[in-house]
């Protein structure tokens, strides 16, 4: 089976998509946390929050086109990126820490994919 790009970049969008959902809801989390009462409130219509939920809105459509073209056995094993990019992303967003061995496991799940995606 031939991979052509357009389906790669439907599951570098998907992933894309994912990560930004993750770490903008997680930014708006942090802005409203002192809001105490009204902190569901304020995130229900806060834009940046609206616009996470779109972005997993817009991932689950890019699934379905990359699924599409895609056998599920290697497109699937790429949704684990989101376990390297979040933890990095959070690391320079919000400073959170990083450590050594959650590192290792970040490898081992780059590791693992790039052989799934060659035995193919």
């Known amino acids: 089976m031939g991979v052509?790009?357009?389906s790669i970049f439907l599951l570098f969008c998907v992933v894309a998509l994912t990560v930004?959902?993750?770490l903008v809801i997680k930014a708006r989390a942090l802005a409203h946390a002192a809001d105490g009462s009204a902190y569901l409130k304020a995130m229900l219509f806060d834009p940046g929050v609206l616009s996470g939920l779109a972005a997993a809105g817009l991932a689950a459509v890019a699934w379905i086109l990359a699924i599409e073209r895609l056998e599920v056995g290697f497109a699937y094993p790429f949704?684990?990126?989101s376990f390297v990019f979040v933890p990095l992303g959070a690391k320079f967003m919000f400073t959170e820490p990083l450590p050594p061995l959650q590192i290792?496991?970040?490898a081992l799940i780059v590791i693992g994919i790039s052989m799934s995606a060659l035995a193919r």
């Open 79 to 81: 949704m684990a990126l």
């Open 104 to 106: 290792l496991g970040m």
């Open 4 to 6: 052509e790009f357009r």
């Open 20 to 22: 930004y959902g993750q």
